[in-house]
């Protein structure tokens, strides 16, 4: 349960609810305040190309997606292009904006759990196969993020080795019904 | 990319794995669940309390601490049934140790956890009891942070 503002203080607390003490320090977050930008732009004979969401603005730029004259307020620059709004949110949520994706895929997990199922011989190398792939998107997604991809390279070489020792074992397998003895006997000669 | 970042602490349990770092305008928490990491920052501007405080966390001992006993048990059970079987209660006394540790250093020191709530969201850091001082250098450390950040937001 959240403790109101009127029970918070800096220095040593005891909680009300679960009678334990802790240290706290109090700070007041300043309040953001917005001021109108003026941002409308004239051409010298005033016959610039009016933004299609403010029509006192000038254009600007227009919209790398659907081609609309925005202006300064609605350009969305995110570094790969500008964006009005209504498009900056639809690339945003379909993910094809990396540049601001909040959610990605964690490939060093899905290359661990890959591995770790990989060591069971039931499956005939098929998750080391995956795990390879992964953990190598996981190195370079690692490198990226600026993290040490030493455990992801560690997972790698099991996974080459657990597909190697799934490739052997399926060779082994072939090569054992090739040479096994036939099961229909010889016919015999009378 | 992110070269200028900090890595303060990480919290990894059963389900989720999080990461902490510290950047020039705030921390960010990086948490992976369910396949998909997830990335959030904290701004300084937007710290309103932190807080440091010890706890032993009940899930982990409840975890833990059964964990252990059910694999001791069973070695217990396997030499109690004939002596001569120890090799066969070896596997599980030694998995059965690793908990029974960690249960009793848990239960022993607890753990430490730095929490930064901002106006939005907020940040967990949590360190083993035998890190005391490196948590208490860390709220510190973020408690000076959020202070020269949101003085230097009042200057004129």
């Given amino acids: 349960m959240p403790l109101g503002p009127e029970v918070l203080h800096t220095g040593l607390m005891t909680c009300p609810y679960c009678r334990r003490t802790f240290e706290a320090t109090l700070f007041e977050a300043r309040d953001r305040r917005h001021e109108p930008v003026q941002v409308a732009a004239e051409t010298p004979d005033g016959v610039a190309t009016a933004c299609a969401n403010h029509p006192g603005n000038a254009a600007s730029t227009s919209c790398r997606r659907c081609g609309l004259f925005i202006c300064a307020l609605c350009d969305m620059d995110v570094g790969d292009g500008s964006y009005c709004p209504s498009c900056f949110d639809r690339v945003r949520a379909d993910g094809s904006l990396r540049g601001v994706a909040k959610r990605r895929m964690d490939y060093a997990m899905l290359a661990r759990v890959a591995a770790l199922l990989g060591l069971l011989p039931c499956f005939y190398g098929m998750p080391a196969a995956l795990g390879v792939w992964w953990a190598a998107k996981g190195i370079t997604q690692r490198r990226t993020e600026g993290v040490s991809a030493k455990g992801m390279v560690f997972v790698l070489i099991v996974a080459i080795l657990e597909l190697l020792t799934a490739a052997a074992f399926v060779g082994f397998m072939i090569y054992a019904i090739i040479k096994a003895p036939s099961a229909t006997p010889a016919p015999t000669s009378t | ?156």
Avoid at chain 2, 12 to 30: H, I
Avoid at chain 2, 92 to 114: D, H, K, N, Q, Y
Avoid at chain 2, 117 to 137: T, V
């Fill in chain 2, 1 to 156: 990319m992110k070269d200028d970042r900090v890595l303060l602490c990480r919290n990894n349990d059963l389900f989720s794995r999080e990461a902490v770092y510290q950047t020039a305008e705030g921390l960010d928490v990086s948490s992976s669940q369910a396949f998909s990491l997830h990335d959030r920052r904290l701004l300084y501007d937007d710290v309103q309390l932190v807080t440091l405080h010890s706890d032993r966390g009940l899930w982990y001992l409840l975890a833990t601490g059964a964990a252990a006993a059910l694999l001791l048990a069973i070695a217990i059970f396997i030499v109690a049934l004939d002596t001569s079987m120890w090799a066969v209660a070896l596997p599980f006394f030694i998995f059965g140790a690793a908990p029974l540790v960690s249960f009793l250093v848990r239960l022993a020191v607890g753990r430490e956890t730095v929490t930064i709530h901002g106006r939005r969201s907020k940040a967990i850091l949590r360190f083993s009891g035998l890190r005391k001082h490196r948590s208490r250098e860390i709220y510190g450390q973020v408690c000076s942070l959020v202070r020269r950040a949101q003085s230097a937001g009042r200057l004129p």
